[in-house]
């Protein structure tokens, strides 16, 4: 393994020189055990060893990770029907699935395993229209990158991040288990059962109002809300897209000209022609496909024409309609909570056209930014039940994808202007250049808003391999070993760029209102997240020391259609031909400390530089994921004493999962993780953020009442079934009735 680099100065000049362990991607990233333990005991192994031993006795408390674990109809292992393998259709991306929550106690040297799936009211409705033939109209499926119900809507799959708060400084740690699309919820720390939404239906506005009205209506939040422990508030946000926003492509359209795709079905995996009549209708077949791919390629300039009117009568249109909102939510644990939309210093609402994944206060401003995670209308489409051929396909996808922005849109907004009775709240605009996912913002802003991120340049989470896709690379056993690893992540097509910027909220919104300072490392490839000391506790005042694991470059996960969206990106550092050179050679996943040091003057102002003091690469095989900062006890604070907790996935001898949690002395990261906690039990797939507790205590308890949230929207719906004249709806009417009234008893049995 190569030293840590010490100096700023040193970035790109080796960049292909200094290469790590050539490595296949774990195919244990692909399944993931649905069952629900109960103090199930890890065993203690120390360093890469395989010798047994005990935990520190001041590594304590308890570790809370988070990720999707499929759905009820997830293909099963047929020796282990508990473990199940979400993206094996070719097509569902690895993120879509209920959310299981593990939680790890760490005491008197021991650790101790629990897990459960987060089931809000609709997990319920998953199930029972699944095990129920007698509700199998209403049955939910996966729709891309969420999973819906014609009749009832979209599932709330709770499998993204944690936020802790508190109401009163003296009351217990509360949890909330949150997502992109859809309310957050709280958890109940002790026994990991869903509690309550944040908010209710009524509370929370569809992301377009011309969705129909439905029980588990599509509604958009962010999967990082904000809680401020000095004043006792939570921030999130109600998000709502234009349809422009969504329409993207064509692709709805295409794939609805199914007279064009029958005659495919027959033609998928033909044999050689072993008579005339056999090469006669090959011969016919080839010539249709021919045919088709003219008529697809003459199509992607009618569609460039289309799109160009298009949009043109839609900026008249979305002039006068206003579809899109942002909605800046404020909850101080009450059942109401106060909301503002946030506009601009023009009067016009602020515009996403991604997400808004996360947010960031300060002690004077929220932070908004349109984040690197787009969301299109062709990753809400059903897959088609059959496939087409790959050429189709291909020549489909060129027409409709896009790359996510290339630059990230910043909002500040004054927490002094959130006025309760007030309705709009204008934030000042900003541009950072590149993409930003993931960001940490610190809460003392005397000097300026100082934010810390990785850029995933070039890197598009939102892409997942799919069945059809081809590797970049001209190699027969590459390209198997990528069509068996649909639905994962893609890897990167650039560097990515450790960044801190510094804003001015002064001088906004001059882009002289920003100073910045950038390093680029060999090992900073994929897309990053972060730990760092006060991650889960309090608001950092300031940071010194942030930590990041990096995915990694993997050659196996580099397809064509990736190379040619983000060829051409406007921010490259590193040439296209070392792209495809290091991506090849592979780069490890690697957990990288980043030390900030401050300088003030009166001329310049608050100024920083970046180091990367430690790091450590991954073994070959390895895939790391979702650290956490656990302070050490008893110990002096400092931002590096403590330990950094992670995922590591790799495949074992026989081809399954290996899943464990490596601990490392967060002072000393290039020594390699002091202990491995193990389970021939546990099998954990994707997993993505996390957080600490000092210990579980169960909240007080809360007096939601599902039926009162969710009655109002389901008597709509059902009354609008039940005066059909057709009887076909009116009995879907009444399932929908019985069905409320079954599984309201189930969220309320666990309570």
Request: proline share 6%; with cysteine.
């Amino acid at each position: 393994m190569t030293q840590p680099t010490q100096k700023a100065t040193e970035t790109l000049d080796n960049v292909v020189s200094s290469q790590s362990d050539k490595s296949r991607f774990p195919q244990a990233m692909l399944s993931v055990s649905r069952e629900e333990f109960d103090g199930l005991e890890l065993r203690v192994k120390q360093g890469l060893t395989e010798t047994p031993t005990e935990l520190p006795k001041d590594l304590t408390g308890y570790v809370f990770i988070v990720g999707p674990a499929g759905s009820v109809d997830s293909p099963t292992n047929p020796n282990s029907p508990e473990i199940v393998y979400p993206s094996k259709n070719g097509w569902n991306p690895l993120y879509n699935g209920d959310g299981m929550l593990y939680r790890i106690g760490l005491e008197n040297g021991k650790a101790h395993l629990k897990t459960r799936i987060a089931k809000p009211l609709s997990y319920w409705a998953d199930k029972c229209t699944y095990e129920n033939s007698n509700y199998a109209n209403l049955s939910f499926k996966d729709f891309g990158i969420a999973r819906a119900s014609l009749a009832l809507g979209v599932t709330s799959q709770l499998s993204v991040t944690l936020t802790p708060f508190k109401k009163y400084q003296a009351d217990p740690y509360r949890l909330l288990i949150t997502v992109d699309m859809g309310r957050s919820y709280e958890v109940d720390p002790n026994t990991m059962e869903v509690v309550q939404p944040l908010g209710l239906i009524k509370d929370w506005k569809a992301v377009n109002s011309l969705f129909p009205i439905q029980p588990f209506q599509l509604s958009m939040s962010c999967a990082h809300p904000c809680f401020d422990y000095s004043t006792g508030e939570l921030f999130t946000i109600n998000l709502g897209r234009s349809i422009s926003s969504f329409l993207s492509s064509l692709r709805q359209l295409l794939y609805q000209l199914r007279i064009l795709t029958k005659p495919l079905k027959k033609s998928v995996g033909l044999k050689k022609t072993t008579s005339p009549l056999d090469g006669f209708i090959e011969g016919l077949i080839n010539l249709y496909k021919n045919i088709l791919k003219a008529f697809l390629s003459l199509g992607k300039f009618i569609y460039q024409l289309i799109e160009k009117i298009y949009q043109t009568i839609l900026q008249i249109f979305n002039a006068i309609a206003k579809d899109d909102f942002v909605e800046l939510v404020c909850w101080r644990g009450e059942e109401n909570f106060e909301k503002w939309k946030v506009i601009l210093p023009n009067g016009k609402p602020i515009k996403v056209k991604q997400t808004l994944h996360q947010m960031g206060l300060t002690k004077n401003y929220i932070v908004l930014a349109d984040t690197a995670f787009k969301i299109a209308l062709e990753e809400l489409l059903f897959a088609e039940q059959y496939k087409l051929i790959e050429e189709i396909e291909v020549l489909i996808r060129e027409l409709t994808d896009i790359p996510q922005l290339a630059d990230t849109k910043v909002w500040i907004v004054p927490r002094k202007e959130l006025i309760p009775g007030k309705e709009t709240v204008t934030a000042q605009e900003v541009i950072i250049p590149r993409e930003i996912a993931h960001y940490v913002v610190e809460y003392e802003d005397t000097d300026g808003i100082v934010i810390h991120t990785v850029h995933s340049c070039a890197c598009d989470a939102a892409e997942t391999i799919r069945s059809f896709d081809k590797s970049v690379y001209n190699d027969v056993e590459i390209n198997n070993r990528l069509r068996k690893l649909t639905g994962n992540l893609v890897s990167g097509m650039d560097v990515d760029v450790i960044g801190c910027y510094v804003i001015d909220p002064a001088k906004l919104p001059s882009s002289n209102a920003v100073k910045s300072s950038l390093i680029e490392r060999d090992f900073s490839w994929g897309n990053p997240v972060y730990a760092y000391r006060e991650m889960t506790l309090k608001q950092p005042e300031k940071i010194d020391d942030i930590y990041w694991i990096f995915f990694g470059a993997w050659e196996e996960l580099l397809p064509q259609f990736v190379w040619d969206i983000y060829k051409d990106y406007k921010h490259r550092k590193v040439p296209l031909d070392k792209v495809k050179t290091i991506n090849q050679e592979g780069r490890a996943s690697t957990l990288c400390r980043v030390h900030v040091d401050r300088q003030k003057t009166a001329q310049q102002g608050l100024e920083i530089e970046l180091t990367t003091p430690d790091y450590y690469e991954f073994p070959a095989g390895r895939f790391a994921n979702s650290p956490q900062f656990v302070p050490r006890q008893g110990g002096d604070g400092s931002s590096t004493d403590g330990y950094l907790v992670c995922v590591v996935l790799s495949d074992r001898n026989d081809g399954s999962n290996n899943s464990e949690i490596w601990v490392f002395d967060a002072t000393n990261l290039k020594s390699g993780p002091q202990y491995r906690l193990c389970s021939e039990q546990i099998n954990i797939g994707f997993t993505i953020h996390t957080t600490w507790l000092p210990e579980v205590i169960s909240p007080p308890k809360s007096d939601y009442n599902v039926r009162e949230d969710y009655e109002p929207v389901v008597s709509e719906v059902v009354n609008k079934y039940l005066q059909s004249s057709n009887p076909k709806t009116q009995k879907k009417g009444e399932e929908i009735r019985a069905l409320f009234d079954e599984i309201y008893k189930e969220f309320e049995g666990i309570k």
